[in-house]
Nanobody, 124 residues
């Protein structure tokens, strides 16, 4: 019912910037849930998936993990059902596969739908 497609990953030097995008299909279905949330997670091989940021669609409120506050910004795009994650001042420890997610119940840290992921690599 909801499919997610991420884009914008790549290789960047430490201190550089990248912008990730995530578009969710099934918008009509999603809008029946007034409090749905879109989020970003990241995962390094051998480690658990880590919460990065979230945006609650109904009020635009955003949430970030401490390690990215002040460097990453999640926002709604002008394109329907699309969010972006602007990542500035990137560090090698930001290297990971980044996943977009949607939760129809408005939760911040638990999600029911996931994208395939996009790789972000930050070289030192």
């Amino acid at each position: 019912q909801v499919q997610l497609v991420e884009s914008g990953g790549g290789l960047v030097q430490s201190g550089g910037s990248l912008r990730l995008s995530c578009t969710a299909s099934g918008g009509t279905f999603m809008r029946t849930f007034s409090r749905y949330t879109m989020g970003w997670f990241r995962q390094v091989p051998g480690k658990e998936r880590e919460f990065v940021a979230a945006l609650r669609w109904s009020d635009g409120n955003t949430y970030y993990t401490d390690s990215v506050k002040g460097r990453f910004t999640m926002s709604r795009s002008n394109v329907e059902n699309t969010v972006t994650l602007q990542m500035n001042s990137l560090k090698p420890e930001d290297t990971a596969a980044y996943y977009c997610a949607v939760d129809l119940l408005g939760r911040i840290y638990e999600y029911g739908y996931w994208g395939q992921g996009t790789q972000v690599t930050v070289s030192s």
